[in-house]
């Protein structure tokens, strides 16, 4: 019995072994094989890396001679062309490796990152796989993508300089070279702002013996009185529309001492010395007085006078007055008086929507703001302390974001003052001031083309002051009037030409017109077109870097046009206009990356010829945008 059990036992462990064997022999024979085939695969991997940098190498080479050689879609392999590599059709074996280059396409998405299929066709940038693969020793295949472009030696094209921009067409702009050469609004006539000796173009001896005080012009009449011991005269000029335009006395009326003047709607507004007739009213069709404004705390002598609409402003001693004037006859009755400071006293003043700016010359308080509601009500809200002298005149642009202060002449302070009036509550801040040299401040204006003309007695006493760049004011240009300026007053008319008028204590020129601009005309919008850009041969233009000053109110956008050269030139070449959309609709305002089209008719990018426009425009008569430069990068 245990002989047959051993004999049973011994039969189990034969077939436990036959079948341990028929499991371990298979993958003892793979092993073999693999052991005996593991040389030949590893250098069939080997061969294959190398076929591939040998690709890669091939596609620099060929993408470097031209983007040509890479630009259409499809399954290629690189070959030995004479002295470099092409691409040929299709795929080739090599010692048992097959090889391909598959050249496709990118897209792009607004922000110009890579997208798998969506978004804008990209035809400067192509997507590179590199496949390889075999069958012998085991089958087996490795491939690799990346990306091309046609960006590696990029150009850029500039424009910056007069000479650059003189070839260009100008509708309503103008080239200056204020700082080696930029494009402004305007265009025509002969003046310039910084040059004002070369273009006083009229001068009148005004009545009497008296110095004119302070000067207000509106196209075709100005106003000014004057002062002197026995009183002073009342004075209306007719300006002419000629060009250049000429002044005569349309009515010369005995007065009192006048201290400031404005002019609205046929009437004009003296501010006076007298306690009894603070303001006098005269209507000048006749000529005649009608009506006035009196005090009734008579404290003081008006310095200041403003009319907006049916209310009129004044400032005497250290009070600031409103009157009503919703009838210009007879005693004008007060509104309301608001207090300006202890020790203080008013001088000019500027009224912009529902506020008066007020200069004053006592304090740390030069400019005050106040708020005027419908019914002549005053309420103070702001002021600014420019750590200068007395406050002498105000001006405020036409959007009420700045005001431009002057005061009093000191030899250790600045005489002219930019103020951030945006706000229009609490301290408001200087952006930038600027120093006279010398001159005494009696008024201040804005011209057209970003100019600032102060004026007084002393030094060099009409100074024009380029304000384009609000954080540096500069003296572009001046005029020496030994006799003293006392008023000036600046005036864009209705055909785009442009004055100063200024009213001296010269006996026998009192009153002077002065020529403005660059080029004299103003325009609130203008267009630059450059000549074709040739690059050649059929390029990308990749990016447009503009560089511009565009103060408030003020814009400044681009187009572009690219196009394939006709008849071998870019003169013939049709142009077509566009924005980041592709239409003329939008614009350019920024360094942006430039529209690609591949199209094949229209707009075209790539291509070899192009075009750039500039459209400048301003809601502000005062102020300009400048362009200064433009980059284009492109690459073959």
Known sequence: MMQQTNRGQTLIELLLAIALMAA????????????????PQNERRTQAYQLMREEVEAIKIIKDAGWSGVQTNGIYHPEIAGSTWALVAGDETINGVTRNIVISDVYRDQNQVITQTEGTLDPSTKLITLNLS?????????????????????????????????????????????????????????GNWCDPQSFIVDELDLPGNG???????????????????????????????????EASVAFSLPGYKTNDVFYADGYAYFATENINRDVVIVDTTTGQEVGYYDDPNLLGTAQGVFVKGNIGYVTIGFRLHTFDLSSKNGSRPQLDSAFLGFFSTGYRLYVVDDYAYVAVDFGSQE???????????????GYANVNGASGREVYVNESATRAYLATTSDSNKDEFFIIDISNKNGSRPVISSYNANGMNPTGVTLATFNKAILVGNGGEEYQVIDIADKQNPIRCGGLDVNEGIWGVSAVLEQDGEAYSYIVTQDNDAEFKIIVGGPGGNYASSGTYESTPFDAQ???????????????????????????DAINDNCNDSLYEFVGPDGTNQTFYTMNSHLLLDDSGSGYENPGRCMKYRVYLATSDSSSTPIFEEIQINYAP
């Open 24 to 39: 371990i022999m298979p993958a003892l024979a793979t092993a073999l094989i693999t052991s005996r085939e593991a040389k």
């Open 367 to 381: 400019l005050g703001i106040y708020h005027i509601n419908p019914n002549g009500y005053i309420n103070k809200t």
């Open 211 to 245: 110095d004119a005080k302070d000067v207000q012009v509106v196209a075709g009449y100005a106003i000014t009185g004057t002062h002197q011991s026995s009183g002073g005269n009342y004075l209306g000029m007719n300006i002419s529309n000629g060009n250049p335009p």
């Open 537 to 563: 041969f059929t390029t990308a233009f990749n990016r447009l870097i503009p560089t511009a000053n565009t103060p408030t109110n003020t814009s400044a956008e681009y187009q572009i046009a690219i196009a």
């Open 134 to 190: 075999w069958t012998q020793p085991i089958a087996n295949n490795i491939s690799s993508s990346l990306y091309i472009t046609r960006f590696n030696d990029n150009a850029v094209y500039i424009q910056t300089t007069e000479n650059d921009f003189s070839t260009g067409t100008l509708d309503n702009v103008a080239i200056t070279n204020t700082n080696d050469g930029e494009i402004v609004l305007g265009a025509g006539g002969s």
